[in-house]
Nanobody, 125 residues
Framework: HVQLVESGGESVQAGGSLRLSCVASGATQDIGCMGWFRQVPGLEREGIGSIDSDGITTYADSLKARFTISRDNAKSTLYLQMNSLRPEDTAMYYC???????????????????WGQGTQVTVST
């Protein structure tokens, strides 16, 4: 089993930057792809992007210009760098881990086996 704990969410002004972290523990040797998602209350969870075990990334087209995903396998940590934040980026941000080393649809929730509890990001004008 894998546990995921996100951190780094906070309130920021529009135009600012944040870096979210997600630390994995437990059976981390089983982790293949990892991803970031976000959710606004009342809406479906949105895939932000993913990174596989080789460091290859996939992003949602609408976010790839401002968001960057990276991972440090030695630290079992996933990162999400977010720049030029906008009020519409306000959401709960979740990290996810999958057992597959390659995913057919890495922005789909059902590709992932483990989820963190989320960290809140609030962007104000």
């Amino acid at each position: 089993h894998v546990q995921l704990v996100e951190s780094g969410g906070e309130s920021v002004q529009a135009g600012g930057s944040l870096r979210l972290s997600c630390v994995a523990s437990g059976a981390t040797q089983d982790i293949g792809c990892m991803g970031w998602f976000r959710q606004v209350p009342g809406l479906e969870r949105e895939g932000i992007g993913s990174i596989d075990s080789d460091g290859i990334t996939t992003y949602a087209d609408s976010l790839k210009a401002r968001f960057t995903i990276s991972r440090d396998n030695a630290k079992s940590t996933l990162y999400l760098q977010m720049n030029s934040l906008r009020p519409e980026d306000t959401a709960m941000y979740y990290c996810a881990a999958g057992l597959s080393t390659k995913m057919f649809a890495p922005l789909r929730e059902d590709e992932y086996n483990y989820w963190g509890q989320g960290t809140q990001v609030t962007v104000s004008t």
